[in-house]
């Protein structure tokens, strides 16, 4: 049995910062890729970021790009998703999954946490 638990979620002013982390229990889950994803009310979950097990392969949705980082301590059973210059669009519940895998429709993940609100105000 995986469980994944998020935490580091709030409310900031646009512009601001946070940092979400991710604490797996569960063995084997740092040979894995893991990802966060996001859902905003009215809208589908979407694909944010991933990381391969090694930590050395990274992808990023479009609109994150240069503003969100992805990092992994498996030391510490741990994903990270440093969020910076947060925009209102930003507003969302954010999720950790793992392992994730590319589908033909897009990034899949297999276990979930349970999620984290994220509110940006402009």
Known sequence: ?????????GLVQAGGSLRLSCTASGDGLNLYDM??????????REFIARISGSGNEKDYQ??????FTI???NAKNTVYLQMN???AEDTAVYYCSGPVVLTGAGWRGYYWGQGTQVTVSS
């Open 35 to 44: 990802g966060w994803f996001r859902q905003a009310p009215g809208k589908e």
């Open 71 to 73: 990092s992994r301590d």
């Open 62 to 67: 479009e609109s994150v790009k240069g503003r």
């Open 1 to 9: 049995q995986v469980t994944l638990v998020e935490s580091g979620g």
């Open 85 to 87: 210059s947060l925009k």
